[in-house]
């Protein structure tokens, strides 16, 4: 499966990269579930670049 993974803090350009992962192990009480797009919001661009650290390490 892809996954974007947020690799530096960078005020200026966040180091994002999609890459392929292992699929996680599923217990007997959880599910998988299989995610065909996904939103990113402004509060997601200030913790990529580090300006939310106080809240979020």
Do not use: W
């Not at 009480?29 to 661009?45: M, R």
């Amino acid at each position: 499966m892809k996954a974007a993974i947020l690799e530096k803090y960078q005020k200026q350009s966040p180091k994002l990269v999609i890459q392929d992962v292992n699929l996680p192990n599923v217990g007997p009480h959880q599910v998988l579930i299989k995610t065909l797009v996904a939103g990113v919001n402004p509060l997601d661009l200030l913790i990529a670049r580090g300006q939310f650290k106080l809240v979020i390490p």
